[in-house]
Each structure stands twice: as structure tokens, then as C-alpha cells.
């Protein structure tokens, strides 16, 4: 069975600090995402990092990939308010099944 | 960008009835789509995937019977949740690949509340 394992569940830091989310997956995959979704909307495409070492940032968020140790990370910099939302991995298997993390919920306080 | 239309965005209704789920691509074919549930404070869990002109492969645990997937062109899947029970009450999420295999983007709709009473 496929486990993907995304640590912390819940988040709560302050603004202008940083973390990091990890996503740790159990099968073999090139390919994982990172998605956004705010109360009650659906999901906001982050990151799609296509190979082992990948590494993409947008804005305060900067996520990497290692295949060998089947693990993503999405860091953020400097926090704000903004950010506050709950961030999900997937990592793709063949037949393009996606197969989500536990989710980091993630509040940012003033 | 390529958009994945879901219709309705809420259902609420009684115990026993039967709820259909539109997924629509709107500016592309899906050969491909996926059906997620999303339980209150949990994560995505994939339900079954469809295959234009072919039988939905479910995942393990998912009911067949009692959630009915027709994918009968490459623009349009729709879920049945038949004689839906409180217990059904969920988040629903279609999302929509261009492609077959690995590698292919998804796009996701904006989901479905339905509410069971």
C-alpha cells in the first residue's frame, strides 16, 4: 500500500519566520506536486518537480525533491499571513494516479 | 491554461436519494479522469480513475455499485452517488488529464459539497 506521510500535520508559526514541511512518500516515483487549498475551495497547483534534485521556488516558497530518499521538502521564508492555508504533496504513480499526503495545515500569526 | 469545470458546487439533500456529479474540461480532452473524496480536516482520497469509453477502475474499499462513474466522452465524466447516506456527506473532486501515463498534468475542478441529511 502507497503511504505518503506529510510532517507537521498542523502549523503554527509567526510571521517573518521560517519551516520546513516535509513529504515523505513509500514507493518509487520521479514525480511529485505540491498543492495549496484554502477552507472550503478546492486545490491550487504549488510545484511540479519532475526529477530527483529538482528544485522550484515562487515567491516565499521554495520546495525540492529527492527521489533516492523519497522525500520532498517546502520550505518557507519569512512568513505571512497570507500563506495561512492547508498544503498538500502528491506524488504520481504510473498511469498518472496521484496519491495525496497527509496534508500540513499551516496558520501564520501576526 | 486548461479549466476543469465541476457543476454543482452544493448538494444538499435527503437520505436516499441519488446525487450526480458533473466534471467537464472545458478547453481540452480528458482521455483521463480521477474522483477524490476529502472528508472535514482530512486529506484527497482517490476514489477511481476513468478512462474515456471504459469501465472506472476503483480503488480498494470504494463501492462500485454505489458510486457509479460514466465516462462517455472526452469531455465529460459524471459520478452517481447512489441512495446517498449521511455517511456520504463529503468534499468531491474531479480532476482531468490530457493524456494516458505517466507524466501527464492534472487538472482539478472546484469540487462538490454534498451534504447528506
Known amino acids: 500500500e502507497l503511504k505518503v506521510e506529510q510532517n507537521p500535520l498542523f502549523l503554527s508559526m509567526q510571521e517573518g519566520k521560517n519551516y520546513t514541511i516535509y513529504c515523505n512518500y513509500s514507493?518509487?516515483?520521479?514525480?511529485l506536486y505540491w498543492y495549496r487549498q484554502d477552507p472550503g475551495k478546492s486545490l491550487e497547483s504549488l510545484f511540479v518537480?519532475?526529477?530527483?534534485?529538482a528544485v522550484k521556488q515562487e515567491g516565499r516558497l521554495m520546495a525540492s525533491l529527492d527521489t533516492k530518499a523519497r522525500l520532498s521538502t517546502l520550505h518557507i521564508t519569512a512568513a505571512v499571513h497570507d500563506l495561512s492555508a492547508t498544503y498538500f504533496c502528491a506524488v504520481e504513480t504510473w498511469g498518472n494516479q496521484f496519491y495525496f499526503g497527509t496534508g500540513t495545515s499551516l496558520t501564520v500569526i501576526p | 491554461g486548461a479549466v476543469v469545470s465541476q457543476h454543482p458546487s452544493r448538494v444538499i439533500c435527503k437520505s436516499g436519494t441519488s446525487v450526480k456529479i458533473e466534471c467537464r474540461s472545458l478547453?481540452?480532452?480528458?482521455?483521463?479522469m480521477f474522483w477524490y473524496r476529502q472528508f472535514p480536516k482530512q486529506s484527497l482520497m482517490l476514489m477511481a480513475t476513468s478512462n474515456e469509453g471504459s469501465k472506472a477502475t476503483y480503488e480498494q474499499g470504494v463501492e462500485k455499485d454505489k458510486f457509479l462513474i460514466n465516462h462517455a466522452s472526452l469531455t465529460l465524466s459524471t459520478l452517481t452517488v447512489t441512495s446517498a447516506h449521511p455517511e456520504d456527506s463529503s468534499f468531491y473532486i474531479c480532476?482531468?488529464?490530457?493524456?494516458?501515463?505517466?507524466?501527464?498534468?492534472?487538472?482539478f475542478g472546484d469540487g462538490t459539497r454534498l451534504s447528506i441529511l
Open positions: 478547453d481540452f480532452q480528458a482521455t483521463t
Open positions: 518537480l519532475l526529477s530527483n534534485g
Open positions: 514507493t518509487t516515483s520521479d514525480r
Open positions: 480532476s482531468a488529464s490530457g493524456g494516458q501515463g505517466f507524466g501527464q498534468p492534472q487538472h
